[in-house]
């Protein structure tokens, strides 16, 4: 059990969204809530606050009577619930949940106990609401995802319980929950913020991280399978460019390929006999750019998402919300923090360093099926009879397709803002647009990713090099044979790829 108070990290967030930990409310951070609360419905007395006694938007000019007040939010909550197309998975509206939650904790927002009460409820029960992909400019925040998300709270909408899509009155009584009652601006609270593209960026971030892993686990597996040499892994080589993210990649190829019986190392081949060489090496003397610039092409994927990770961890325990309530000010402030460009650009950067390294795993893959550059492998690492057997044939092409489309989907949503609501939102973010289409490149990286694991366990088999390869590649040279047997004979490949693709979410 967690206990929440004032600021989540990501790996809080893991532990919550990936491994299933349960949550608890710190007594302070209620206290926090409360405060807010009561200032907020003090001060609120007799004076203009926007979404309390105003309309909404470009309709803020409007004065909402004392008796209306309440119906307001419930009206803005409803009219908003206007999202379409795919549900977002569970484990990102878990997340959208817990930053949602986080952020009104802060005390900046004035709503009530019984909101952050059963957002934990929510999460610790797994209910996931329905919100969908489509809805969000993500300049008032991720209004009409976030819309969804309050329909589920005041007990209307639908969710997903136990498998199962069920209207929310039907699953909170069977969960004994009480939606919340509108108390002051509930329903606004809610819908203005950046918690629904933050919580898709933090499930991105998680999955690129993987993705980083087990590209420099493959690449290490290739530098193996052509016997590389080790220099352009060397600390001394790496060193003497200044970027942590290439020195790091450099530095876990070097952990990965430490017990390898492969890589070797030029003193020994290179530099000796000078003159006893032929005037035409027989060896190459340096690797194709995919095998030797890996640490120069990952590094700043890594430093990327490192720099994401800090922008995502900033978001979520940021009051983005409109207006501020500052109970130390005794003071309400109007302004603009529900604006989501910090994670629109971060999404973009992302999808553009995801897709950047999945076009090095189709470049590496290529490498290994094109037996004029490789030099040690058959035409497609067939293992069977050429002419009349393909090997990897085939998925080449799911690769080089799927790769395409990433770079298609990598140009940016960061700049694509068209104004909307009567122009009174001019410039806006899309960043739930540009966290969607981040997922989806990454979705399609962990599938050039398996290709090419399948393949580099062939070439492995076909060179039989399973005993001299390195302790890590031999790990994942063992986990997919699990999965897919070594085979000559041509085969329906695309159930193995599909288990692999779940096996490297795993790792």
Known sequence: ?????????????????????????????????????????????NKVIYGVN??????????????????????????????IGNPLPAEEVKACMLARMNTLSLGNSGVHQSVIYL????????????????????????????????????????????????FTKEVFEIERLEPIRVEIREGLALMNGTSVMSGIGIVN????????????????????????????????????????GQQKVAERMRAHLADSQLIRKRADHLYTHFEEQEKIFKEKVQEYY???????????????????EKVLENEINSANDNPIINVEDQHVYHGGNFHG?????????????????????????????NAKINEILPPFVNLGKLGFNFGMQGVQFTATSTTAESQMLSNPMYVHSIPNNND???IVSMGTNAAVICRKVIENAFEVLAIEAITIIQAIEYLGFQDKVSSSTKGL???????????????????????????????
Not at 54 to 80: C, V
Not at 120 to 126: F, K, V
Not at 353 to 369: C, F, G, I, P
């Open 1 to 45: 059990m967690m206990k929440i108070n004032n600021f989540l990290g990501l790996k809080d967030f893991q532990k919550i969204i990936i491994e299933n930990e349960k949550i608890e409310l710190d007594e302070s951070l209620l206290s926090r809530v409360d405060r807010s609360y009561q200032f907020l419905k003090e001060f609120s007395k």
């Open 54 to 83: 105003t309309g909404f938007g470009p309709m803020a000019q409007f004065k909402i009577s004392d008796e209306d007040t309440h119906q307001l939010q419930y009206n803005l909550i409803r009219s908003h619930s206007s999202g």
């Open 119 to 166: 957002l934990q409820e929510l999460i610790n029960r797994d209910i996931t609401p329905l919100i969908f992909e489509h809805g969000g400019v993500g300049a008032s925040g991720d209004l009409v995802q976030l819309a969804h998300l309050a329909l589920v709270l005041i007990g209307e909408g639908e969710v997903f319980y136990k498998g199962e899509r069920k």
């Open 205 to 244: 971030a998680y999955k690129a991280n993987q993705l980083t892993d087990i590209s420099i686990k493959l690449s290490c597996a290739i530098n193996e399978i052509v016997q590389a040499y080790d220099d352009h892994l060397s600390e001394a080589l790496n060193g003497t460019k200044r970027h942590y």
């Open 290 to 308: 995919s095998l030797r610039c890996v640490p120069q092409i990952l590094g700043p994927v890594l430093d990327t998402l490192e720099y994401t």
């Open 341 to 369: 460009d910090y994670i629109s650009l971060e999404m973009d950067k992302l999808k553009i360093v995801v897709t950047k390294l999945t076009m090095l795993a189709e470049r590496q893959l290529n490498y290994l099926l």
């Open 424 to 426: 009174n939102q001019d």
């Open 477 to 507: 040279y063992d986990d997919i044979r699990k999965i897919i047997p070594a085979f000559s004979d041509d085969m329906v490949m695309y159930p193995y790829l599909e288990e692999v693709k779940k096996y490297l979410k795993t790792m």
